[in-house]
């Protein structure tokens, strides 16, 4: 069963790299991608632990709703459209702060690009976890 420092260790990694790719793609300036990057590794790390407060690992059956198939996969359908909304919404918020073309708006555009980071870390980060606790010899219920 993986422990706290690996599922910290591959989320964060995990969300750094989901960011990183996406900004890429996104076509952001390396400044643009390296906030994203950074966002990316905090929001996987911030987010990693989270399947194990809602099912805290007191024993080894922990694995309930939290880690749960069908409710994750339920809840990522929810939320899917919120996250693009989000995605879209910091994205024009940076682009219109950077238009202005003044430092201080500059840096509060690569901010919106840090937090975008964080947001999708955060994504990457709790699939990552699942991912992990998915290839254990417990595997993951498919409700609870």
């Not at 989320?11 to 076509?27: C, F, L, P, Q, R």
């Not at 922990?62 to 198939?69: A, E, F, K, Q, Y």
């Not at 929810?78 to 430092?103: M, P, W």
Request: net charge positive; glycine share 12%; aromatic share 10%.
């Amino acid at each position: 069963m993986p422990k706290r420092k690996q599922h910290i260790k591959t989320s964060s990694s995990i969300g750094a790299v989901g960011a990183t790719i996406w900004s890429y793609k996104n076509g952001d300036s390396i400044c643009e991608v390296i906030c994203s990057t950074l966002g990316g590794y905090t929001g996987g790390k911030a987010i990693a632990r989270l399947p194990d407060i809602i099912d805290p690992p007191i024993s080894p059956n922990h694995r309930g709703i939290g880690h749960g198939v069908l409710p994750n996969s339920a809840l990522a359908k929810e939320l899917q459209s919120t996250f693009f909304k989000l995605l879209y919404a910091l994205q024009k918020l940076g682009d219109d702060l950077k238009s202005i073309g003044t430092f201080p708006y500059i840096l509060l555009a690569l901010v919106c690009k840090f937090v975008w980071g964080i947001v999708i870390g955060a994504v990457f980060g709790y699939g990552a976890h699942l991912l992990t606790d998915l290839f254990t010899p417990y595997g993951l219920p498919v409700i609870c």
